[in-house]
């Protein structure tokens, strides 16, 4: 669960990364917010995973029960007669979904 945050993580700080290399009235506004934005996105996912699941383990003490929401369960009940029949012949929803895409 942690490497496809790291990896986010990482995207986002190469997208802001050239902006560092800024000469001249663009680096001198850009750079300090570049490097705000990188260290804000830093402390922010250091403490999603240290701090938040402490707290969470701290405050919620009581078990939480899961129920599933009716809109949720008759979109699932809908669902699966097209995916059991997607599953069981995938050739004409291929071809349905490259006609969508021509």
């Known amino acids: 669960m942690v490497r496809p945050t790291v990896y986010g993580q990482l995207v986002i700080f190469l997208v802001f990364l050239p902006c560092l290399t800024f ?3 663009e680096g001198k506004m850009f ?20 701090f938040v699941p402490a707290m969470i383990a701290v405050l919620m003490r009581k ?4 129920k599933e929401v009716r809109v949720i369960a008759a979109t ?9 029949a997607a599953v069981r012949r995938p050739l004409p929803f291929l ?4 006609l969508t895409l021509a």
């Open 76 to 84: 699932k009940q809908r669902y699966r007669p097209w995916l059991q």
């Open 95 to 98: 071809g349905a979904g490259a």
């Open 23 to 25: 000469q001249g009235v």
């Open 63 to 66: 078990q939480v029960a899961e």
């Open 31 to 50: 750079s300090p917010m570049v490097i705000t934005l990188m260290l804000a996105l830093a402390s922010a996912f250091v403490l999603s995973l240290t």
